[in-house]
């Protein structure tokens, strides 16, 4: 007998709302960007959850849709900006946020597989267009998909100038404490104070890194011939392994500095031969880095307090060193981008090169071949619960089309275990040396418990 063909994975959208903050404020608020949320753009970040079919006495979609839209009202009371437009101001060709309570967008949709047939590893045919779409009239943009096996997925697709991994992080949390009806456990500032000194100065390192551009730069960053966009499972012995290897000359280094390490190392294998050297990038989060005072962003700022700290090693070096000495390197360019000089020149530097489009040269696809890492370690997964329990998957995904990097998205996996899930951009070549060993695991259901 031969076996049934597999029905090809659909999507179809069933019904849309505008979900309002129930209590709004009294009149229409302007909201500035700061110097870092200029820099950090408008483009699209998108956090993907799935869940297990309820065990709840009623577990129909229809009822969690309607506690999900409840209780995002109540959280958008909060995080107000989030329910807001963001617009171009016509005198300072600059976007800005108007917190009129437009609302956020929610959709529901309907899949026509059980997630035990989805595929988790290429999202490229499992996300694009089906679990993630952009509405640019909607800074919040959410989609609730049922699966014929009963279980739910919620994508959550926020406008980068609402902010950062960070705030996006506090706001879904503080959604899930609503929806349980318990206490919230941050309450957001929305200051965006973070301004340029006067007069604004700033060390000239920081024009290597940093570039003003046009959208038509950005439009034809060089692309590689192919990107790959993938999600991978890394199990807690292998990450305990790498770190042993990073400290063997004796000197602590961090998870993410070892498995930083073992990234530059194995790009040697996956880099053109023209190309003498490798670059890695990390993505640093500036809270607590700005010094004492008013002005130092708490663990509750909502908005954008990043930068971006570029390595570069040689391809002899990577090849001949061990991961201990590559951690070193790891270890002492992250350092140099955590003080409070480098942000506070950072936020200067963008004072002097406003208005306009400003970003990494790294990003622009210039300096040669570069993957960039964003550690996620602090942002909630397993504590993601809407009242119908805990996710057995959260991460992250970009629409973005075109990138001069590569990139790596660290998440703690939902099992709390140690486990780590990857979202991934990657050339071929990349993707390839990455999968040739045993550290990088395609994700699939079976890592999932399905």
């Known amino acids: 007998m031969e076996n049934p063909v597999e029905p090809k994975f659909e999507v ?114 499992s996300f694009t267009g089906k679990l993630v779409s952009v509405n640019s009239e909607f800074p919040l943009h959410v989609q609730v998909t049922h699966y014929t096996c009963g279980g739910v997925s919620i994508t959550f697709t926020f406008d980068h100038a609402l902010g950062d ?143 971006l700290a570029i390595g570069e090693a040689s391809v002899g070096d990577l090849k001949e060193g061990t991961l201990s000495d590559i951690a070193e390197n790891v270890h002492e360019v992250i350092a140099k981008s955590t003080k409070e000089d480098h942000f506070l020149d950072l936020i200067d530097w963008i004072e002097c090169h406003r208005p306009g489009l400003m970003l990494s040269r790294a990003v622009l696809g210039q300096g040669g071949p570069t993957v960039v890492l964003s550690s996620g370690r602090r942002f909630p997964v397993a504590e993601l619960d809407f009242g119908f329990g805990s996710p057995v998957l959260g991460t992250v995904y970009s629409t973005v089309e075109r990138i001069g990097v590569g990139y790596l998205n660290q998440r703690q996996s939902a099992r709390n275990d140690g486990s780590w899930t990857i979202s991934a951009i990657l050339w071929p070549e990349l993707a390839a040396a990455l999968e040739s060993d045993s550290v990088f695991q395609p994700m699939s259901a079976t890592h999932l418990s399905f």
């Not at 608020?29 to 309820?54: A, C, E, M």
């Open 165 to 307: 991994a960070s705030s996006f992080g506090k706001f879904l949390l503080s959604w899930s404490e609503i929806t349980r009806k318990e206490a919230v456990s941050c309450m957001p500032d929305h200051r965006r104070n973070l301004r340029a000194r006067c007069p604004p100065t700033y060390h000239p390192s920081l024009d290597q890194t940093f570039v003003k551009c046009t959208i038509e730069e950005i439009q034809n960053v060089p692309n590689f011939n192919t990107l790959l966009k993938r999600l991978y499972y890394i199990d807690a012995s292998s990450i305990d392994r790498l770190q042993d290897l990073a400290c063997a000359n004796g000197k602590r280094k961090t998870k993410i500095e070892a498995f930083s390490a073992y990234i530059w190392k194995t790009m040697v294998a996956a880099v053109d031969k023209k190309h003498g050297k490798c670059n890695m990038g990390w993505l640093i989060d500036g809270r607590g880095r700005l010094g004492a005072g008013d002005k130092n962003p708490a663990s509750n700022y909502i908005g954008n307090v990043l930068s």
């Open 12 to 125: 179809h959208l069933t019904r849309s709302s505008i979900v309002k903050a129930e209590s709004p404020m009294p009149h229409p608020h302007i909201l500035t960007l700061s110097n870092l949320d200029l820099l950090s753009g408008r483009f699209p970040v998108t956090y993907i959850y799935f869940y297990k079919k309820p065990e709840l006495p009623t577990d129909d979609f229809t009822s969690i849709v309607k506690s999900l839209k409840t209780s995002l009202a109540g959280v958008l009371n909060l995080y107000y900006p989030f329910a807001g437009r963001i617009i171009d101001d016509p005198n300072t060709r600059e976007p800005k946020i108007i917190c009129d309570n437009t609302g956020a967008l929610i959709v529901e949709a309907s899949a026509n597989i059980p997630l035990q047939k989805f595929d988790f590893y290429n999202l490229d045919e």
